[in-house]
């Protein structure tokens, strides 16, 4: 190519290409001398937000649950005091405090119970075709709204719902009559009743458990395993020694989920349980019914402070890693 032709094509890509100048081609040279400007303007708005939005209102929820409500005019008194804590430790806001963690443990225990044999099989055995179906059965419950599956389910276990039905095809009425007529299942109805709320909140948070176990038995290798049988291990030393100490956090990362979900939810209990509250229940009630504000703010740093040591636990068994 000759120098005449060269120069023809610069003179046409100068003529094409915008010129960098002036302000914004200052601050565009600015940023590509310094890239670590750069990066402070794209992350400046997503933590600005967070800092203020989400750390911000957990600072005015802490500060609020250290006032107190003026028993005989009902305002709130800002002076500091630990009175509203003491409140929190009276035996009818404790033993809400017990149900409700209570509730997230054993709903935590159930959910990796059922889940780890299904995560297994997605693991070991699922190819193709099969993995696919896996993954949209597991993840199509959440595609619903979740109000609508929460009313769906009140209709499965209502006194005229398919469940009671199949108890009395099957000849079980009594089965269920005697286990709803215990003091601490309550309700007259699975759809009014412990064990009702115990069962919806299983549905709704499975798939959050699956997931994490599923992900941490794909990383587990094969050899190991079929080496452990070929030293001559059962089923059971297989499960105990080698499956269940790798899998343990992607058990322990779904608990997160299914845990905090439990411990801080409001609607199911609601449109499932019983009179006799949870955490979230106990919240609106005091901010809005009673306008006891910061005792509802006391009650929501509970699950803050539950869930901050869980959080550390579960980083020290290596639970984020298997998100």
Not at 89 to 95: E, G, K, R, W, Y
Not at 101 to 117: E, G, K, N, R, Y
Not at 139 to 157: D, E, G, Q, R, T
Not at 207 to 234: C, H, K, T, Y
């Amino acid at each position: 190519m000759s120098v005449q032709a060269v120069s023809g094509t610069s003179k046409m890509a100068a003529a094409i290409l915008p010129r960098r100048g002036g302000l914004a081609g200052s601050f565009s040279d600015l940023l590509w001398r310094k890239p670590g400007l750069l990066l402070f303007l794209m992350l400046a708005p997503p933590l600005l937000w967070l800092g203020v939005v989400y750390i911000g209102s957990l600072i005015a929820l802490l500060a609020q649950s250290f006032f107190s409500i003026d028993e005989f005019s009902g305002l709130i008194s800002r002076e500091l005091t630990l009175k509203t804590y003491g409140d929190l430790l009276q035996a009818a806001n404790l033993d809400i405090i017990v149900r409700t963690v209570t509730m997230a443990a054993v709903v935590t225990l159930a959910s990796a119970i059922i889940a780890f044999p299904i995560a297994y099989y997605a693991a070991r055995y699922a190819r193709g075709t099969w993995k696919a179906l896996f993954y949209l059965g597991v993840m199509l419950p959440l595609w619903s709204s979740y109000l609508v599956k929460i009313y769906a389910w009140k209709l499965i276990l209502a006194k005229e719902g398919i469940l009671t039905w199949l108890f009395a095809k099957l000849h079980l009425s009594w089965l269920l009559d005697s286990w709803l007529s215990l003091p601490v299942i309550g309700g007259n109805s699975l759809s009014v009743s412990f064990t009702g709320t115990f069962i919806v909140f299983v549905y709704v948070w499975l798939p959050f458990m699956i997931l994490p176990i599923q992900a941490a038995l794909e990383r587990v290798p094969g050899n190991l395993v079929e080496a452990s049988s070929d030293l001559g291990a059962s089923p059971r030393q297989t499960f105990r020694n080698v499956l269940f100490p790798l899998a343990l956090p992607g058990i322990v990362a779904g608990s997160i989920f299914t845990f905090s979900l439990t411990l801080g939810d409001y609607i199911i209990p609601q449109i499932i349980g019983t009179s006799r509250l949870f955490i979230g229940q106990a919240v609106y009630a005091q901010q809005g019914t009673a306008g006891n504000i910061p005792l509802a703010a006391a009650f929501t740093v509970v699950p803050v402070v539950i869930m901050g040591f869980y959080l550390w636990g579960a980083k020290r068994m290596g639970a984020f890693d298997a998100l």
